[in-house]
């Protein structure tokens, strides 16, 4: 090997400071106003068009929406404290990325503000003739309004708390490149992991499992967990894939960066998977009643057709799309995946929570589209604000230059 290439290989390219100061890219800076405007579009278009509709339509559309935002925000609060308690060097470059897509979880908290004040609507429990349901009755301790309420309030502010911390810590190296500061997210990342993993457990158990109060499974956090990792990588890769278009930060976000962003998004689909067969297979085998219903429900009229879909289409296809190197270290390729993971994150939260409102076989409404509209363009909006108060890459973190010339 030659003593340029040795080089190449063990000093970090140059960087513009200035364009790693810079607050967003090029044509992204209007990002927090045109997300406004499309948050306002779509929800206020959910409310007009829902409140000539059943209420359970509206607020089961909303609920839908709102959690599809929430998972991409879970999820880089995952990624960033997993950063943090593995001292990892090569994500340095990425992790700003994840660190804007926690900062959108107090935001995403104000979509559940209208959740909260229409329970009556979303869930059986709350109604008064619930009592008279031996099993909801047993439950009631924990399915009450009051509990349900600040259990959610405590979830986001664990939430909210834990990212605004991280990202307040993450600002402050860029101006002082204090050391001490890594340390410090080290030291809290450990048992910020266990609160995060706490919190989306039981939140997934209120949100989605409280549909329906006679259903459980003990691995059905892990099954949400596993579809949020799945949403938040593929945004990852899309935000990375576009960073690199700029010709200067593509010295910072490399294709090795976006390469291991195709191969984690590759792990969690098959992970989802994993965890999708386990609990069919588990139901399946043990044939109780309390628990073959979730199952049951949805492998009847045109919900099966979505069952099929959903597993052809969130792990069979694109198990076998993204194995490939070569796909992952493709722009165009991997953008394509990583956009249609997105949707079929959409469908599975659709299939999680609409059968009990349609029984009889999927009915698509107009509300489902415009609440996921309007909660995207509240969480671009967020992104976009957030991507604006801070440098695009980590200036001062001691392991950037480890980043700089990772390759996979």
């Avoid at 001490?180 to 939140?203: D, H, Q, V, Y």
């Avoid at 386990?278 to 979505?306: D, K």
């Amino acid at each position: 090997m030659s003593e340029h290439a040795h080089a190449s290989r063990t000093s970090p390219p140059p960087l513009r400071e200035a364009l790693l100061q810079t607050r967003a890219l090029p044509g992204w800076n209007r990002l927090p106003i045109v997300g406004t405007v499309i948050a306002a579009i779509g929800l206020g278009l959910t409310l007009a068009v829902g409140l000539g509709q059943p209420a359970p339509q509206l607020w089961r559309s909303w609920l839908v929406g709102s959690l599809f935002v929430l998972t991409i925000g879970l999820g880089g609060l995952f990624v960033t404290l997993v950063h943090h308690a593995t001292q990892a060097g090569w994500s340095v470059s990425v992790r700003r990325i994840a660190e804007n897509a926690m900062a959108t979880l107090p935001f995403v908290a104000l979509l559940f503000v209208p959740l909260l004040l229409h329970l009556g609507d979303l869930f059986e429990w709350p109604h008064p003739e619930a009592a008279h349901d031996p099993l909801i009755a047993n439950k009631a301790p924990l399915l009450n309004t009051p509990f349900f309420v600040l259990r959610t309030v405590l979830y986001f502010a664990i939430w909210s708390g834990l990212a605004i911390w991280f990202a307040r810590q993450s600002r402050l190296q860029d101006r002082n490149g204090d050391q001490e500061l890594t340390r410090r997210m080290r030291r809290a990342s450990a048992p910020g992991l266990i609160l995060f993993a706490l919190t989306t457990t039981f939140a997934s158990f209120d949100w989605l499992m409280g549909l329906d109060p006679h259903w459980y499974s003990t691995i059905f956090g892990i099954y949400f967990f596993s579809g949020a990792l799945v949403a938040t990588y593929a945004f990852m890769s899309l935000v990375a894939i576009a960073q690199r278009r700029n010709e200067d930060l593509a010295a910072a976000v490399r294709l090795e960066h976006v390469n291991v962003l195709g191969g984690l998004l590759f792990a969690f689909v098959s992970f989802w998977g994993y965890i999708g067969f386990s609990q069919y297979m588990l139901i399946w085998y043990a044939a109780l009643p309390e628990e073959t219903g979730f199952f049951a429900s949805r492998l009847v009229g045109s919900w099966r057709t979505v069952t099929v879909g959903l597993v052809l289409g969130h792990f069979i296809l694109p198990f076998f799309f993204l194995m490939p190197k070569t796909i992952k270290r493709h722009a165009t390729a991997l953008s394509l995946a990583a956009v249609w993971m997105l949707a079929m994150h959409a469908l599975d939260l659709y299939w999680l929570a609409m059968p009990g409102l349609h029984p009889d076989g999927a009915s698509p409404s107009l509300l489902d589209f415009t609440a996921l509209v309007g909660a995207c363009g509240l969480f671009l909006a967020a992104f976009g604000w957030a991507s604006r108060r801070q440098a695009l890459v980590p200036l001062r973190d001691p392991r950037l230059s480890e980043s700089l010339v990772f390759e996979a």
